[in-house]
């Protein structure tokens, strides 16, 4: 998911960005946007649905590579069944034999053990990460502001210390 956004006092926040450097700006950014990815991530964290505590503990900022003036981050989750959890799964057939006379392994579902082939019922989708970054959006975007000036201060700051 991307952003764009306007804010008051945008454009002038965007010309002191331009000011001190493109190398400076970037970390600014990358510093305010990390920090206003903090509030989807725990809000998603306080969404998911929990069995064992695996996927809330998987839930992680990540932080690329900016490419040219463009920086971005990311909430995900490093566990490999979170999409199921999001998006749901359908009722489908699972075949354990495929081809096999013999069953391969045993399938515990809930307490029952499964051979050969049987049909998964399916289940809803749990969405935790959605919602967590829709309902968040005023936040984040007031957190990179708010961090952004923060940086660009503490820049200002070491600026004039060097000097």
Request: hydrophobic residues 35%; aromatic residues 6%.
């Amino acid at each position: 998911m991307s952003a764009k956004f306007d804010f008051k006092g945008g454009k002038e926040l965007s010309k002191m960005l331009e000011s001190i450097g493109g190398k400076n700006a970037i970390n600014v950014m990358r510093g305010s946007i990390s920090k206003s990815a903090q509030i989807v991530k725990k809000d998603a964290m306080s969404r998911v649905p929990t069995d064992t505590g695996q996927l809330r503990k998987s839930i992680f900022v990540k932080r690329s590579k900016p490419r040219g003036d463009f920086v971005s981050v990311s909430v995900a989750t490093s566990d490999p069944i979170s999409h199921l959890i999001e998006f749901g799964v359908k009722r489908h057939l699972i075949n354990q034999t495929k081809g096999a006379q013999k069953p391969r392994k045993k399938l515990d579902i809930g307490g029952d053990v499964r051979f050969n082939t049987f049909e998964h019922p399916g289940h809803p989708g749990m969405p935790f990460l959605r919602p967590a970054i829709e309902s968040n959006q005023i936040k984040v975007i007031e957190k990179v502001k708010d961090e952004t000036k923060k940086g660009l201060f503490r820049f200002i700051d070491k600026m004039k210390v060097r000097k």
